[in-house]
């Protein structure tokens, strides 16, 4: 079965183009992320602003072309936590239409269940695996309970925190302590509906970005697929980063520029909930929502 597989994110949109056979990805053919940054904006105003629409239609029309050439059996495109914020979302339902993409908005739940899913296919022991996935508006956590999935979804995301707390470059100590404080609160309201974690694996952009900046090279599938990240060294680069002016930020080996200016909001969003979790290492996943969709076509 050939799966298009688009995870329009509220920083990113991604686009999985695969072959699923028993509910496993087996081959991809194309797997592709471009930063639109559509939640810009969104946390205080409650709308999309014209320009990320325009950066999102720019994204959406490649990639109907990308799809167009492969000729997918079954197209699925969920829009996630920015399109659940808004009150202007028919926006983005219209550019899907006209670039023949059926956009659907979810659930932070959903998500957190496809997150799961994606992270985990290839995996048989799921005995507490939890999985996390620091969004740009949102970040979701997930579990297992008597063999079923149990996640919650935290309306804390690199885009958004960026967009509250951070003023100033480089990002002070105040800023920080503001960030890490906040996200604490926003995650302890819903801690205690999360089953028993005992490792865990993060996806998404923040923890494939400090994949590749701590090993000082390109992003890879292969270099960044299973990666432990020690959350002490984490926390020592996300401090690192902080005292960084944004330039120098955008200049680092491994670093997407385009991600250099939310990546401590993100970094301290994966830090501070894993350490909430009683963790202190995190294994890195190349995989998500879009994986998840992939496999779980047949239920959507």
Not at 85 to 90: A, E, G, I, L, P
Not at 136 to 143: A, K, N, P, R, Y
Not at 183 to 195: A, S
Not at 280 to 294: N, Y
Request: aromatic content about 6%; charged content about 25%; glycine content about 8%.
């Amino acid at each position: 079965m050939k799966v298009a597989a688009l995870d329009l994110g509220s920083n990113s949109f991604l686009l999985l183009l695969c072959e699923v056979t028993n509910h496993a990805v087996t081959k991809v053919f194309q797997d592709e992320i471009t930063v639109t940054r559509l939640a810009e904006g969104v946390h205080s105003n409650r709308k999309f602003s014209e320009a990320a629409l325009q950066r999102a239609e720019a994204c959406l029309s490649s990639y109907s072309k990308e799809i167009l050439k492969f000729q997918p059996e079954k197209v699925l495109a969920f829009a996630t936590s920015a399109a659940r914020d808004v009150t202007n979302k028919d926006a983005l339902f219209a550019l899907g239409e006209k670039y023949g993409i059926p956009i659907k908005v979810i659930p932070g739940e959903k998500e957190a269940d496809l997150t799961f899913a994606g992270a985990t296919y290839d995996k048989n022991d799921l005995e507490g695996v939890g999985v996390i996935d620091v969004g740009g508006g949102s970040t979701e956590i997930v579990g297992t309970e008597n063999k079923g999935v149990k996640g919650v979804s935290v309306d804390v995301g690199s885009v958004r925190l960026t967009e509250l707390f951070v003023g100033g470059d480089p990002v002070s100590a105040s800023e920080i302590s503001k960030m890490e404080a906040y996200v604490i609160e926003k995650f302890g309201e819903k801690k205690h509906l999360l089953p028993k974690i005992t490792n865990i694996i993060a996806v998404a952009g923040t923890p494939t970005t400090l994949s590749t900046v701590i090993q000082k090279c390109d992003y890879s599938d292969e270099a960044v697929n299973g990666h432990v990240l020690d959350l002490a060294e984490v926390g020592a680069l996300r401090d690192q980063l902080a005292q960084m002016p944004l330039n120098d930020r955008k200049n680092i080996v491994g670093m997407d520029p385009k991600r250099a200016d939310v990546i401590v909001a993100g970094t301290t969003i994966l830090k501070v909930i894993c350490e909430q979790l009683g963790m202190g290492e995190v294994i890195v996943s190349s995989r998500g929502v879009r994986f998840g969709m992939a496999c779980l076509w047949d239920q959507l």
